[in-house]
């Protein structure tokens, strides 16, 4: 296992994470990151699938930036009201 497919962990974990948001049952989740986690370890091997996998971390790593950045304005708020404190 070299770098690379420890990066893709996270494509794996995102799309999983997707699929329950949009209704996937938990008993689903498992099955489907092992058949994610078989796919993200073969595509590498051709420059399309890595093109893929590349595009897929971009992607998933800007929606996790948007989304806590969202979150942002909430916990400063409440930090200067001392709601968090």
């Known amino acids: ?5 420890i990066g893709f962990s996270a494509v794996v974990l995102g799309l999983v994470e997707l699929a329950k948001r949009a209704g ?3 008993k689903f989740c498992y099955p ?11 595509l590498p091997t051709s420059m399309f699938g890595q093109t893929i996998l590349e595009g897929l971390v971009v992607a998933l ?13 909430v916990v400063s708020a409440m930090l200067t009201r001392g709601k968090l404190a």
């Open 1 to 5: 296992m070299d770098s690379t497919s």
């Open 24 to 26: 996937l049952p938990n």
């Open 32 to 42: 489907l990151a092992i058949v994610l986690g078989l796919v993200t370890a073969l």
């Open 61 to 73: 790593t800007a929606v996790g930036l948007y989304e806590g950045g969202k979150r942002l304005p």
